[in-house]
T-cell receptor
Framework: GEDVEQSLFLSVREGDSSVINCTYTDSSSTYLYWYKQEPGAGLQLLTYIFSNMDMKQDQRLTVLLNKKDKHLSLRIADTQTGDSAIYFCAESIGDYKLSFGAGTTVTVRA | DARVTQTPRHKVTEMGQEVTMRCQPILGHNTVFWYRQTMMQGLELLAYFRNRAPLDDSGMPKDRFSAEMPDATLATLKIQPSEPRDSAVYFC???????????FGPGTRLLVL
C-alpha cells in the first residue's frame, strides 16, 4: 500500500531556512506535492514536482526529489512568521488519488 | 481567482440529526473529492467522483454517509443520522482531468453534540 512519512514537528528561527523532509513508497508516482495548511483553513497547494525532475524552485521555495531514495524535501528560504503552518507532503497514487503524509507542524520563532 | 467553495463553514448539531454539506468545485474540474480531517486520523479520503460518477466511496461508513453530485457544479455529503464521532473538518477538493493535482475548499467544521 501507499505510505507517505514525514516528521511531525519543526521549529525554526525567523530568517533561517526551513527544510521539511518526506519519504514516499510508490515509485510510479507521477507527481509529488507540498500543501500548506494554516489554522482554520483548508490545504493550499504550494508547489508540485513532476517525477522526472530532481529540483524545482519557486521564489523562496525549493523542492528536491531523490527518486532513488523516494525522498522529497521542501526548503523555505528566509522563513517568516507567516510560514508557521502544517505542511503536507503528498504523492499521486493513480486513479486521480493522492496519498498524504500526516503533516509537519512548522513553528517559526522570533 | 477560481476556488472551491463549501457551505456551511461551521455546523453544530445534535446527535441523530441529518447533516448536509455542499461543495462547488472549480469550474471545469471534473474530479471531486471528499475528505475528513481529525487530530487522531489525519486526512482521510471518504469518496470521490469523476465526471459526476462515483469512483470510490470505500472510505465512507455506508450506513450513515452518502455522497452525490446532482450536477457538475454541486457535490453533497450527507450524514444521517449524525453521531458525535462524526465531529471533524470535512474538506472538498476538485481537480482537472489531466493531472492528479487537487485544490481544496476551506472546509466545513462539524460538531455533533
Amino acid at each position: 500500500g501507499e505510505d507517505v512519512e514525514q516528521s511531525l514537528f519543526l521549529s525554526v528561527r525567523e530568517g533561517d531556512s526551513s527544510v521539511i523532509n518526506c519519504t514516499y513508497t510508490d515509485s510510479s508516482s507521477t507527481y509529488l506535492y507540498w500543501y500548506k495548511q494554516e489554522p482554520g483553513a483548508g490545504l493550499q497547494l504550494l508547489t508540485y514536482i513532476f517525477s522526472n525532475m530532481d529540483m524545482k524552485q519557486d521564489q523562496r521555495l525549493t523542492v528536491l526529489l531523490n527518486k532513488k531514495d523516494k525522498h522529497l524535501s521542501l526548503r523555505i528560504a528566509d522563513t517568516q512568521t507567516g510560514d508557521s503552518a502544517i505542511y503536507f507532503c503528498a504523492e499521486s497514487i493513480g486513479d486521480y488519488k493522492l496519498s498524504f503524509g500526516a503533516g509537519t507542524t512548522v513553528t517559526v520563532r522570533a | 481567482d477560481a476556488r472551491v467553495t463549501q457551505t456551511p463553514r461551521h455546523k453544530v448539531t445534535e446527535m441523530g440529526q441529518e447533516v448536509t454539506m455542499r461543495c462547488q468545485p472549480i469550474l471545469g474540474h471534473n474530479t471531486v473529492f471528499w475528505y475528513r480531517q481529525t487530530m487522531m486520523q489525519g486526512l482521510e479520503l471518504l469518496a470521490y467522483f469523476r465526471n459526476r460518477a462515483p469512483l470510490d466511496d470505500s472510505g465512507m461508513p455506508k450506513d450513515r454517509f452518502s455522497a452525490e453530485m446532482p450536477d457538475a457544479t454541486l457535490a453533497t455529503l450527507k450524514i444521517q443520522p449524525s453521531e458525535p464521532r462524526d465531529s471533524a473538518v470535512y474538506f472538498c477538493a476538485s481537480g482537472p482531468s489531466r493531472q492528479e493535482t487537487q485544490y481544496f475548499g476551506p472546509g466545513t467544521r462539524l460538531l455533533v453534540l
